[in-house]
């Protein structure tokens, strides 16, 4: 056996580790704008270097007198440059304390009251489980049942549809399989009608039963064809039911006016609040970009610390705590202006290249990919990929993100690049105006198309059809 022995060795190699600086513009590049936002708000209250430059609204908000410079504001000034000196260090001392407490609000008035109207109109909905558990705090029923209840509740999805089986709810909640039927049909007498069903089935005649609708022929197409009807085998169902395709048609038509997900009307939205980076706008016949300044504030170094900074009075302590602060201030300020200048150039370069979407619509869109950006502006791919990350742009056309304008694309015969997104356009416009009573097959969209000179095989057709949640032929078709 081989003695065993420690052997020790130095080896040399290369790997890039990211500065603090680096780091941190990646942050910023990525981050949203109303994210941003909270971002700049704390800094501005943990870092007392960095101040918000003053709007010309706020600069003639002060006392005319003081703001006069008179005889009498000089000799007051005289008088107490000593004790604002004492003052400033006071302050200075109390932020190097203080360490990241949240004491001051350094924005203005206009854009506090602008953010705070914003998130207070933000309310936290309650759940749909919260909801029916509400509605069960005020039924009249023995404790026993409103605990089976409460199991059966928390065995409802998002949809409103019970998703345990009644005897696994026995179970867990320890009591017979009467008492959670019982329980079930509790909860299925609140609203909204149809909740707490097991399927599609179910959940429709239980909305029917609300309505004391009493017409058989509708309750028989519920509870007998639903499936037959989904697969659009509307004259086999009018045979068997002997009716005709009239009256079927006329059935369907109050069976759309139920809910399949009533679960969903109660559910909490998922509301996504959004503010565009740039703006595009129609000017003297051209377009061009604007920032929405008013979103993000100006941010510059504080003349105060940079005089305490130079000031031989002040202690080494401060001094030192001045200039972390200081490095801090000027990496976060040049991170934003590097941030703004990157999107911006990026927005100049879809708005050089989709001009035709802004004249005249989707259908207009020019292929463009991130490498041709990159190209054009001379950056790496992954930093336009970070660059137009959830960031948004406002147009003439509506708001749009900023990955809405990267798409691949086709050429015509006659040279003429399309996008992809183009393509689609053409294609929902061809469906809509087709004869419902012989819809256009996939096969058939790809002839129209190649007739226009774009040839997009019928695969790709199906594709994207599907992308745009269109239903296949047969389930278009309309008797």
């Known amino acids: 056996m081989a003695d065993a022995f420690l052997n020790q060795s130095i080896e040399q190699k290369q790997e890039q580790i990211l500065a603090r600086h680096q780091i941190q513009s990646l942050e910023v590049l990525l981050t949203p704008l109303l994210e941003l936002q909270e971002k700049i708000d704390q800094e501005l209250n943990n870092n007392p270097v960095i101040e918000q430059e003053k709007s010309s609204v706020e600069e003639l908000a002060g006392d005319p007198l003081h703001s006069a410079g008179t005889d009498t504001d000089a000799g007051d000034k005289n008088s107490n ?25 350094l924005f203005s008035s206009d854009a506090q009251d602008k953010r705070d109207y914003m998130f207070n109109s933000l309310v936290e909905q309650p759940s749909l489980q919260q909801l029916l558990i509400e509605q069960l705090n005020f039924t009249d029923c023995s404790p026993e049942l409103a605990h089976a209840a409460e199991f059966v509740i928390g065995s409802i999805d998002g949809a409103g549809y019970l998703t345990t089986h ?42 029917l039963d609300r309505r004391k609708q009493k017409n058989p022929q509708l309750r028989e197409l519920v509870a007998e064809y639903l499936e037959e009807i989904g697969r659009n085998h509307l004259p086999r169902v009018a045979k068997d039911m002997r009716i005709s395709i009239g009256e079927l048609n006329s059935l369907i038509g109050q069976l759309k006016e139920l809910t399949p997900l009533p679960g969903a009307a109660l559910s909490p939205s998922q509301d996504l609040y959004v503010l565009p980076e740039l703006t595009v706008e129609k000017k003297d016949g051209k377009y061009v970009i604007s920032s929405n300044d008013t ?185």
């Open 81 to 105: 440059d000593e004790n604002d000196f004492s003052e400033i260090l006071r302050l200075a001392d109390s932020w190097r304390d203080r360490g990241s407490m949240n004491t001051y609000n």
């Open 166 to 207: 009644p005897a696994d709810i026995a179970i867990a909640a320890q009591c017979d399989i009467k008492t959670v039927r019982k329980a079930v049909k509790l909860v299925q007498s609140f609203d909204p009608p149809g909740i707490g069903a097991a399927d599609l089935r179910e959940c429709l005649l239980l909305q």
């Open 295 to 479: 979103y993000l504030p100006q941010l510059r170094i504080s003349q105060t610390y940079l005089d305490l900074l130079d000031n031989p009075n002040t202690n080494e302590e401060t001094k030192a705590y001045i200039r972390e602060k200081l490095m801090a201030a000027r990496m976060l300020i040049k991170s934003l202006g590097q941030r703004q200048s990157t999107i911006r150039r990026i927005a100049q370069v879809i708005l050089d290249t989709q001009y035709d979407f802004l004249e005249k619509g989707i259908e207009y869109l020019k292929p463009l990919t991130m490498q041709q950006v990159a190209d054009k502006l001379g950056l790496h791919e992954t930093t336009i990929s970070r660059a137009i990350a959830n960031k948004y742009l406002q147009t003439p056309k509506g708001m749009y993100e900023f990955k809405f304008f990267f798409t691949g694309g086709y050429q015509t015969n006659d040279g003429e690049e399309i996008s992809s997104r183009g393509i689609k356009e053409k294609i929902k416009d061809l469906i809509a105006a087709e004869d419902r009573a012989k819809p256009l097959s996939d096969n058939k969209i790809s002839q129209l198309l190649k007739k226009e000179g774009l040839n997009v095989a019928r695969r790709t057709v199906a594709k994207y059809r599907e992308q745009l949640g269109i239903q296949a032929t047969n389930l278009r078709r309309e008797f």
